[in-house]
């Protein structure tokens, strides 16, 4: 009967693979359901590819009516261009209108979807080629997370010099990466395709770009290639090492610098966001991007939470961005960028502005041909009927007054099709309509004009800025920004630019309200913060307003730590600046070294330091300065230099000038407990803790779940205290103090040795003492032992024996009996119960076998329903093939290849390319295969496709749908 049982289950778990579409789990907002990729094909494993298999899970997830989340089974995951989708599809600052790169190939195409979650679980999507990762279109509520994204072969090479001997190098090639040698040439290519045998790309030497990285004080910067200079030969030496011999080899050309070389074309973007709302991006590891970054363009609300940009590590690679990391461009509400790590992109980790199109033609009052000016931008629209706009004079960047007005009518690109479908005939210009008359000083090719509508909030924050060549953060947004907790360590530009340009990459527009706050700034550029709008500088029409930078802290080497443009009402308060590298040394001088018993002698000492040249502050047509309650390190230049600004300003006195000391403080193992720093009203947890001479420092170690603290060490390995709390006062010296920490256990096994040795201790006195007193009465107690020996002799007389026989002869024929009493009871109850138990086994048998008649019968109903199933699921695989999409005189003739179990069709029509607003004329009869759409407008184009369907259960059940066809109607 079991076995029975054992073969339905089995049948039934093989014809229903319940795992691909499921609920999830009841939680308080609306229940998703679950589609598992592995079961439309998608491959954990790594071993075939699973482009086609995403695309079937994401054509699964949009047949769900609800929330869905495409779930991916932990493991790796690799995809190919070759299977993937293409569109076409023009994108912000990448290669314009530039036809050769038109059309995209990407991994994940999220389209027309609402309230879907990408879930990871830790896998890894691993891409070949070039392409777009992932990308939503015209998307409501949409979340990535919990996997990592990285290329097989990145189309950035680096590579690092090992060693140099006079005019020879030892190159390290990460094993990623494939070559071939020819003379004195590299060639390097990306992996081949599993369907064709081709390489994706390859390029010679350095390519076009290179950018330089070292690995010993983590610096990038942008420079020529120094490997390919003068080179006489190359030598293969294996284990992926090359050794180049040079005529004369580049001075640059030295151990632990990586250089990083591509092409420069921006022929995809890394990621997509277009037309789409809510699109959050979580625990995610971006190990590479090619293309121009993270690309959000037309987009609303867009998050992204520990989203970590870097390479993997031990994979001997650097750069984890092929451009930027991140591109907000025209976009809109709210973008929150917390808690990532950006390292080594090969421009700007975050860069969130609008786009000006310059003003072409005044075509009327309220009517301009307006026009992309940058040749990495055109495409796509830039306004949309109801979006308020305002035009910018070129020449100072300055608002013309009166001139905001709201949109009525635009004619233009589409942002997916060519010049053909553009409403201009151009990918370039677009013509806008306004709903009211514009200022007459609006003239062509000296006035742009900006959306205003799609201007975001921006807020920056936790996050972590490295080994970057360019600025860490460029914005340009009239919507409030919020740069706060962050950590930029050595930008190689500006920290944090703020810009608005008009002439070259037309990237808009002027700030209104931005707050820097509570950052800490290792090694910035000159200037640190720079606010600089492109064109004149004209303090009575600022560009930029209302900008705050307080409670942050600079460590800087020889330069500005503010420069600003064109800028009316910017404070600077609060703030800790010191040099990054004070390199002070003292020397002390005695008019003599050897002394007598209370003789005295003069001592004289001698300070020396590094002392900055150029001041902190430069001000350039600004208005409403205040520099106030900032404390300064000594050596430093305070001078604030104006051009065209506030005459009156000067940097206040109270912002005295002070020796500081570091204080470094740790934890002993790294992550045992939080600790924290307190001086003059300053309080740190970062480790270091800057202290002005004479002032004190206090430490304090917070209690740990799981180790024990042991108490605070100095730098020699001496404990300062037992306790959590050390203050160290009239600091005058650099110092390291650690909070050393043991595991519970570990601590107690350390108390229990210590008072298991103390008792031992006490033990072996005790021992002594009583030794001694035992010793004085042993001899008296020897003859009492051997009394009491003797009376222990006891006899036993024959009697006693006898009785004792006796007695047990009894108990044993007593026992004897009993046993054959309790056995003869026990072998009648046996019986009785296994009749029992037979009649119960045979009820039992008898229920057994009614049950699985039963369940066969259902088996049997379910294997009816499954090839129901199977039938319809066949049936909504395929795919319609229109034969014929001709226009006619205001109508569209559509003909179709027949699809077998179909019970009608259904076509789509409209004039958007991307069929946003079309109609459906349902054809109810299955034979047929061609119908007329009439009463359509003459001379306009309409997009067509068409599906199948057939009812099941009551609803209908439609084929995938045909491609899409363009005709001109008559």
């Known amino acids: 009967m079991l076995s029975w049982l054992l073969v339905i289950c089995m049948v039934f778990t093989a014809l229903f693979p319940m795992s691909a579409v499921r609920a999830a789990e009841p939680t308080g907002e609306a229940e998703a359901t679950v589609i598992d990729a592995t079961a439309y094909g998608a491959d954990p494993s790594g071993a075939k590819d699973s482009a086609k298999a995403i695309q079937k899970a994401i054509e699964a997830a949009k047949q769900v009516d609800g ?24 994108i912000s600052n990448t290669v314009g209108q530039d036809q050769n790169y038109k059309m995209k190939k990407i991994g994940f195409l999220l389209e027309d979807m609402e309230d879907v979650t990408v879930e990871g679980n830790g896998s890894l999507f691993m891409f070949h080629g070039k392409m777009t990762t992932y990308t939503t279109i015209n998307c409501k509520n949409v979340k990535f997370q919990n996997f990592a994204t990285d290329f097989y072969v990145p189309t950035v090479v680096d590579i690092t010099t090992e060693s140099v001997d006079g005019n020879t190098a030892v190159i390290y090639v990460p094993e990623c990466y494939n070559y071939e040698i020819h003379g004195t040439s590299v060639t390097w290519k990306s992996d081949a395709s599993p369907y064709t045998g081709q390489t994706y790309w390859s390029f010679n030497n350095g390519a076009n770009y290179s950018q330089r990285y070292n690995l010993k004080n983590g610096v990038t910067w942008r420079a020529g290639n120094p490997i390919f200079s ?6 293969d030496l294996g284990s992926h090492r090359l050794k180049f011999t040079y005529s004369s080899r580049d001075g640059g050309l030295e151990p632990g610098i990586c250089v990083q070389m591509r092409p420069t074309v921006r022929d995809h973007a890394g990621m997509f966001f277009w037309k789409s709302s809510n699109v959050t991006l979580e625990n995610m590891d971006v190990h590479y991007l090619h293309g121009f970054g993270m690309v959000g363009q037309s987009s609303e609300n867009i998050t992204l939470h520990d989203v970590d940009f870097q390479t993997p590590e031990g994979s001997g690679r650097t750069t984890a961005g092929y451009a930027d990391f991140i591109q907000m461009s025209g976009c809109k509400g709210q973008i929150l960028i917390d808690g990532c790590t950006f390292s080594n992109p090969h421009d700007d980790p975050i860069n969130v ?7 072409v033609e005044r075509i009327s009052d309220n009517q301009f041909r307006v026009r992309y000016r940058h040749d990495q931008t055109a495409g796509f629209p830039n306004f949309f009927v109801g979006d308020e706009v305002e035009f910018i004079s070129k020449s100072d960047m300055s608002a013309v007054e009166n001139s905001v007005a709201k949109v009525t009518e635009v004619l233009g690109p589409t942002g997916d099709s060519g010049a053909s479908e553009s409403g ?15 200022p007459e000083d609006i003239t062509p090719w000296a006035y ?26 460029l914005v340009t947004t009239r919507k409030p920004v919020v740069i706060r907790k962050n950590i930029f360590d050595a930008m190689t530009m500006a920290s944090i630019y703020i810009e608005s340009n008009s002439t070259d990459w037309y990237e808009s527009g002027g700030v209104k309200d931005l707050t820097i706050e509570d950052n800490i700034f290792y090694r910035p550029s000159n200037p640190a913060i720079l606010i600089s709008p492109t064109e004149t500088a004209n303090k009575d029409k600022p560009v930029h307003r209302n900008i705050k930078i307080r409670s942050n802290t600079f460590y800087i080497n020889n330069g500005q730590v503010l420069s600003a443009k064109s800028t009316s009402g910017i404070s600077f308060t609060g703030n800790r600046i010191y040099r990054f590298e004070p390199n002070v040394t003292v020397t002390m001088t005695a008019e003599k070294t050897s002394l007598t018993p209370g003789e005295a002698v003069n001592l004289s000492g001698n300070a ?58 740790q934890a002993d193992p790294a992550d045992a407990g939080s600790l924290k720093a307190e001086s003059n009203e300053t309080a740190t947890s970062n480790g270091f803790i800057q202290v002005a001479e004479g002032k004190s420092v206090t430490l304090t170690a917070a209690p740990d779940e799981v180790r024990a603290f042991q108490g605070w060490y100095d730098e020699n390995g001496t404990k300062v205290t037992e306790e959590t709390v050390l203050t160290v006062s009239d600091v005058r010296a650099h110092a390291v103090y650690t909070a050393k920490y043991l595991e519970r256990h570990e601590a107690a096994v350390k108390a229990a040795e210590e008072a298991k040795e103390a008792a031992e201790t006490a033990r072996t006195a005790a021992e002594e003492a009583q030794a001694k007193a035992e010793a004085a009465k042993e001899a008296a107690e020897t003859a009492a032992e051997a009394a009491k020996d003797a009376k222990l002799d006891a006899k036993l007389d024959a009697e006693t024996a006898q009785s004792l026989a006796e007695a047990a002869r009894d108990q044993a024929k007593s026992a004897c009996e009993e046993a054959q009493t309790a056995a003869q009871k026990a072998a009648e109850k046996a019986r009785d119960n296994a009749e029992a138990l037979l009649k119960e086994a045979q009820d039992k048998l008898d229920a057994k076998l009614a049950q699985a008649k039963e369940t066969l019968e259902k088996a049997r109903v379910l294997r009816e329903q ?27 003739k559509i003909g179709w290849k027949k699809v077998e179990g179909a019970e009608g069709y259904a076509i789509q029509y409209g004039t958007k390319a991307n069929l946003k607003g079309a109609k459906t004329v349902l054809v109810k009869k299955g034979t047929a295969v061609s119908r007329t759409i009439k009463k359509l407008k003459a001379g306009k184009t309409y997009y067509v496709r068409v599906k199948a369907y057939k009812t099941v259960n009551g609803k209908k059940l439609y084929t995938l749908t045909s491609a899409k066809k363009k005709v001109r109607v008559k």
Request: hydrophobic share 35%; aromatic share 10%; net charge negative.
């Open 67 to 90: 929330p869905v989340i495409i779930n991916f089974p932990k493991g790796e995951y690799q995809i190919y261009p070759d299977k993937a989708y293409e569109r076409e599809l023009y």
């Open 230 to 235: 003068n080179v006489t030969s190359i030598e």
């Open 353 to 359: 502005h609008g786009t000006f199109n310059e003003v």
């Open 424 to 438: 201009t005939g151009s990918l370039t210009d677009m013509i806008v309509t306004l709903d009211r008359d514009m």
């Open 448 to 473: 742009v004009i900006e959306n205003i509508t799609y201007t975001p909030a921006l807020t920056v924050q936790n996050c972590l800025f490295k080994e970057v060549p360019t600025r860490g953060i």
């Open 608 to 665: 020396t330091g590094k002392e900055q040249g150029s001041g902190l502050y430069y001000f350039n047509g600004c208005t409403g300065i205040t520099i106030g309650d900032n404390l300064y390190d000594g050596g430093l230049n305070l001078r604030a230099d104006l051009s065209a600004s506030d005459a009156k300003l000067t940097v206040p006195m109270d912002d005295a000038k002070e020796t500081v000391y570091t204080i470094q403080y």
């Open 866 to 892: 499954l090839d129901e199933m199977l039938k319809s699921r066949t049936f909504a695989e395929q795919k319609v093939a229109i034969t014929k999409a001709a226009g006619a005189k205001k109508a569209v």
